[in-house]
C-alpha cells in the first residue's frame, strides 16, 4: 500500500476533519468576540457614566469610545507577534494562548472598581485591561481562519473560511443578549452589579473554547510546508522573523487587504455599536429597542455570511466582496432615515440591510485574504493586513461617527457621508486586487501585477 508523504496532503486527510476544524473555529472565535464586542456594547450604554461621571452624556460617551478604539491600536501587535509563532511554530499552538488572554482580560474588567471608588485609577485599569483584549484579538483571527481555509477542500474554502467569520455576529449576538437581559434590572441594580456579569461570564466560554481547540489537528499546508523545510533547508527555510519577509514580499497585498477593509469594519461597528448610541442618547429610544434591533439584524448576519461565502466559491471573491462595499455605499443615507422613524421594525430592517451588505464583504474575506499569501508567512500577511486596517477603520468609526454626532448638533448625515468615504477606500482596493478563488494555496500570490490585472502576475513556489 502507498503512503502518501506530508507535502502531497491528501484529499481524504484533508476532508475526515474539516467539519470539526470548522466547528472549532468557529465556537472558539464566538467566545473570542464575545468578548470584545461586550465591552462596545457597554461602552456605548453604560461606561460613561461608570468610569467618566464628570462628562456630560455625549462627551462621555466620546471618551467611553475612546478606549474601545484603544482595544483596536493593541490588535497590530498581537497579529504580528502571533502570526510571526503562528509561522514558525504553527497556527494550532496560538489560538488557546489567544483565548486565555481575551478571556482573562475580560474576566478583569468585570471585578474592575469604577470611577466612584477608584478615581482616575478606574479608567486607566479599564484602558490596560482592553489593550490585553485587542492584543489578544489581533493574534487570534489569523490563526482561526488559516485552520479553517488551510484544512478546506480547494473549491470550498469561501464556505469554510467563513466559519470563524460567523464568530463574530455570534460573538456579539450572546453578547448583546447577554447585555439586554441584564440591562433590564432596576436601573441601580444595574449600575450597581447587572454590568459585571456578562463579563465575569466570559470564564465559563473560556474554558469552553480552549476544551474544544486542543482537539483539533495542525494545518494540512503547515504541515506540509514544514516537511519542505526538512528536506530543503538551504533554500525553502524562513527568515527569522516572518514579518520581515511578508513586508518585503508581499507589500502591494497588505496595502489592499487594509484597503479592502475600511467599509466592512468600519460600517460594521457603526452599525452595531454606535447605532446603540445614536438611538438611546440622540433619539430617546429604550436601551432594549436598539439591543433588540441589533439581535434580530445578527441572526440575519449568521445565515448570510456562509451564504456569501460559498458564493465566492462559484462566482469569485472579488465580485461578491465589490457587492457588499457597494451596498454599503447605497445605504449610509437610508440607514439613518429608517432610524429615526423609531419604528422597531423599520430599525431592524435598517440594521438587517446594514448587516447583509456587511456579510458580503466578510463571508468571503477570511479566503481572499488567506490566499493572498504563501504559507511560511500567511499568518503574518493576513494578519497584519487585516488588524492595521482595523486601527483605523473599526477602532475609530465609533469615535469619529460620535464626534461627527457633536459637530452636527446631533444630525446624522455627516456620518452617513464618512460611511461613503470608507466604502470607497474599499471599492478601489478589492477593484485592484487580484481574484484569488482559482490559486493553490502552497503558493504565493504574485508580486508585480501584469498589464491589465493588478496582483498577478509571474509565480514563484514558497511552501
Not at 457597554?42 to 464628570?54: E, Q, Y
Not at 459585571?196 to 474544544?212: H, N
Amino acid at each position: 500500500m502507498t503512503v502518501p508523504n506530508a507535502s502531497q496532503a491528501p484529499a481524504q486527510e484533508q476532508h475526515s476533519n474539516i467539519w470539526k476544524v470548522a466547528a472549532a473555529s468557529f465556537i472558539g472565535t464566538a467566545v473570542e468576540w464575545y468578548d470584545f464586542f461586550l465591552y462596545g456594547t457597554a461602552a456605548a450604554l453604560i461606561f460613561n457614566r461608570l468610569f467618566f461621571p464628570s462628562f456630560d452624556p455625549l462627551m462621555g460617551t466620546l471618551a467611553a469610545f475612546a478606549t474601545f478604539a484603544v482595544g483596536f491600536v493593541a490588535r497590530p501587535l498581537g497579529g504580528i507577534i502571533f502570526g510571526h509563532f503562528g509561522d514558525k511554530l504553527g497556527r494550532k499552538s496560538m489560538l488557546s494562548a489567544t483565548l486565555m488572554i481575551m478571556g482573562l482580560a475580560t474576566f478583569a474588567i468585570g471585578l474592575l472598581p469604577t470611577y466612584e471608588t477608584l478615581g482616575v485609577g478606574a479608567p486607566i485599569l479599564l484602558v490596560l485591561l482592553r489593550i490585553l483584549q485587542g492584543f489578544g484579538l489581533g493574534g487570534e483571527w489569523g490563526g482561526a481562519v488559516l485552520m479553517a481555509v488551510e484544512h478546506a477542500p480547494a473549491n470550498r474554502r469561501g464556505f469554510y473560511g467563513s466559519w470563524p467569520q460567523m464568530g463574530a455576529p455570534a460573538g456579539l449576538l450572546v453578547a448583546n443578549a447577554v447585555f439586554s437581559i441584564f440591562s433590564r434590572l432596576p436601573e441601580e441594580q444595574f449600575v450597581s452589579w447587572g454590568w459585571r456579569v456578562p463579563f465575569l461570564f466570559s470564564a465559563v466560554l473560556i474554558g469552553i473554547g480552549v476544551f474544544i481547540r486542543v482537539s483539533v489537528a495542525e494545518s494540512p499546508a503547515f504541515r506540509a510546508q514544514q516537511a519542505a523545510h526538512a528536506s530543503s533547508k538551504a533554500e525553502s527555510a524562513p527568515q527569522k522573523l516572518p514579518i520581515l519577509e511578508v513586508l518585503r514580499t508581499y507589500p502591494r497585498q497588505i496595502l489592499l487587504a487594509m484597503g479592502a477593509r475600511f467599509a466592512e469594519n468600519g460600517f460594521f461597528y457603526i452599525v452595531t455599536t454606535f447605532v446603540l448610541t445614536y438611538g438611546t442618547e440622540q433619539l430617546k429610544l429604550e436601551k432594549a429597542t436598539m439591543l433588540n434591533g441589533v439581535l434580530a439584524a445578527t441572526t440575519v448576519h449568521l445565515v448570510a455570511i456562509p451564504a456569501f461565502g460559498a458564493l465566492s466559491d462559484v462566482v469569485g471573491r472579488r465580485p461578491v466582496y465589490l457587492g457588499g462595499a457597494l451596498g454599503c455605499a447605497l445605504l449610509a443615507f437610508p440607514f439613518f432615515w429608517l432610524i429615526e422613524t423609531r419604528s422597531t421594525a423599520l430599525i431592524v430592517v435598517a440594521i438587517s440591510l446594514g448587516i447583509i451588505a456587511h456579510a458580503a464583504m466578510y463571508g468571503p474575506q477570511a479566503s481572499f485574504f488567506s490566499e493572498l499569501f504563501g504559507t511560511r508567512v500567511r499568518y503574518s500577511g493576513a494578519s497584519l493586513g487585516y488588524q492595521l486596517a482595523s486601527v483605523f477603520a473599526g477602532g475609530l468609526s465609533p469615535l469619529v461617527a460620535t464626534f461627527l454626532l457633536s459637530w452636527s448638533g446631533g444630525k446624522a448625515w455627516p456620518v452617513s457621508l464618512y460611511m461613503v468615504g470608507l466604502a470607497l477606500v474599499t471599492l478601489v482596493s478589492v477593484y485592484l486586487s487580484a481574484e484569488t478563488f482559482r490559486e493553490h494555496l502552497s503558493e504565493p500570490a504574485p508580486t508585480a501585477p501584469p498589464e491589465g490585472a493588478a496582483g498577478s502576475g509571474e509565480r514563484r513556489e514558497v511552501a
